[in-house]
């Protein structure tokens, strides 16, 4: 098994899709750098969603 | 005017480099992008859950580079566009380390044979953490040298052109690829399986 749970996948790549558009227009810094930090926030919290269980390693 | 003259004269090949290298990196990471979909569609695998987060952040660190080709539209890339698109990549590229690293883990204690298929006896995660390294080592080279790589005399020519509309192009086709993989479903089963929108 690859791991467990379920995520909102397509909205995140269209997110990523919009950064990659206001990049290739040319919008303000801070409109690049939102769309940024919002694509990269809920590829976090996707990934987050899916850390449920601790590994059983000894570190 | 006279100062866009003088920009130009004292742009020094490297200047130019500089530019350049950020079409090459952009375009390294459509390609390893383009090789999680020959495994797709090709080899018919399914890519799980963590495979597609680290599709994310690869594109994620891309976006730096490519920001860095965009705003050479405008000629000079200033320094601070420059820094801002490599410390997207940065930034980008630590966090998708992270998920590749997790993902290592799962499989590391034998006899778990891995998920998914190999390249030269690695797994594609292994490969994904290789390539965030590497884009974080590529990155930081540059900063480090920004004076001599920065790009005070790019030119956006057609290449750059081709090379963003590759990246919206990979960016959009991943996009339909899940959408098939999750149906209607907005989310992906534990391990797939088929392609939820046909059923």
Known sequence: MCHRDHSMDTIIFLLILATAWAVHRNWTRYAVLGLWFASLVASLLLFDHHVTSSLNLEW | MVTD???????????????????????????????????????WEYPCPLCVLQRMF?????MGPAYIIARGRKGRVDTRDYVTGYGIAIVSAVAGAMVSARQILLHIVPPDPGYGGTV????????????????????????????????????????????????????????????????????????????????
């Open chain 2, 5 to 43: 003259y003088t920009t130009r004269l004292n742009a020094g090949s490297f200047n130019r480099l500089g530019y350049w290298f950020a079409h090459l990196y952009v375009v390294g990471m459509c390609g390893v992008l383009a090789g999680g979909f020959y495994y797709q569609f090709v080899k």
């Open chain 2, 58 to 62: 690869m594109m994620l660190v891309a």
């Open chain 2, 120 to 199: 030269f006896g690695l797994h594609l995660y292994t490969w994904a953490l290789i390539t965030f390294v590497l884009a974080i080592v590529a990155a930081g080279v540059m900063l480090v040298f920004c004076r001599e790589t920065e790009p005070l005399d790019s030119d956006y020519t057609p290449i750059s052109a081709a090379v963003m509309w590759l990246f919206l192009a990979i960016i959009a086709a991943n996009a339909v690829a899940v959408f098939l993989l999750e149906g209607f479903n907005w989310v992906l089963p534990d391990d797939p399986d088929r392609y939820e929108i046909f059923y």
